[in-house]
């Protein structure tokens, strides 16, 4: 399969490119290679490269930077996606974009499912839903993947956590999330491109937890004595608001694909093997 990766330096597009590559041609472009803020130019470029499947994964993804640019975003993550949609429906390819937890408002006491109303709280989270509803207005075939708190790849906030491990570290406690092995959401998109049903899937790891006790959960694998400062969100003024909840059920992506996602303690574990055998 020949497919279309963009966003491909970030981290997800990055780590995307390299997990497929053994098994699949990729194209990946980065922001350099292709303004998807230009219609024509992406029509073109997806047109000539003729891929099997678009990947979007380019974007703004600083939630604060977002909320301070709102025209910026909305004009990359929103109409830029759109650009995107708009070529792959007009040359029939399937399109696959990463998608966030934020657009999902943090109401609701219980795992939220794919069909339940979404209503975001910042820049970042409404210019990726009015970027999902573009697409699912335009598209016949399309895969819109929900994701949360990535770790692994390049830009990793565990690997930052260990490197300030001498240093005060203050996070966010009352925020409930899913943290996602970046490995296990590229092996679960792996799985989702080589079928047809269309849809929007929440891919996370099972179970949820708060930013505070992943961290703590990091250090007690390595026996790091250290306490982690838990934040409020009220107390924390000139960053854009954060959903207090947006722990995520993925029963779909099993029923429909039949991914198991392992758990957010194993995947971690596993992670954090990886790291040690590394450096052995």
């Known amino acids: 399969m020949k497919i279309m990766i963009l966003g491909s330096k970030g981290n997800i597009g990055n780590y995307l490119s390299n997990y497929l590559t053994n098994q699949h041609e990729i194209i990946p472009l980065d922001k350099n290679d292709l303004d998807i803020t230009d219609k024509n130019s992406v029509l073109q470029t ?17 939630i604060d930077f977002c909320e301070s640019h709102e025209t910026e975003s909305y004009t990359v993550n929103t109409l830029g996606t759109l650009n995107v949609a708009y070529a792959c429906n007009t040359l029939s390819i399937p399109i696959v974009y990463i998608s966030s937890a934020y657009v999902y408002g943090g109401e609701k006491p219980s795992p939220y499912f794919e069909t339940d109303k979404c209503s975001p709280i910042n820049i970042y989270g409404k210019s990726k839903l009015a970027a999902e509803k573009l697409i699912r207005t335009i598209c016949s075939k399309y895969f819109i993947i929900r994701t949360s708190w990535c770790f692994g790849g390049n830009d990793c ?12 570290i203050f996070l966010i406690s009352d925020a409930i999330i899913n943290p996602t092995y970046i490995e296990d959401l590229c092996n679960s998109i792996s799985q989702i491109i080589t079928s047809d049903f269309y849809g929007v899937y929440n891919c996370v ?26 934040l409020s969100t009220e107390t924390i003024k000139n960053i854009a608001p954060r959903p207090k909840y947006t722990a995520m059920n993925t029963c779909l992506l099993y029923n429909c694909f039949n991914i198991k996602m392992p758990s957010w303690q194993d995947s971690i574990t596993h992670y954090l093997d990886t790291i040690v055998n590394s450096t052995q």
Not at 157 to 168: E, M, T, V
């Open 205 to 230: 790891n099972d179970g949820y937890t708060s930013k505070q006790e992943v961290i703590n959960y990091v250090f007690d694998y390595f026996n790091i004595q250290k306490n982690v400062l838990p």
């Open 46 to 62: 997806i047109k000539s490269s003729s891929p099997d499947i678009v990947i979007q994964a380019a974007g703004l993804s600083d």
């Open 157 to 168: 906030y565990i690997k930052k956590a260990l490197s300030q491990a001498n240093a005060p």
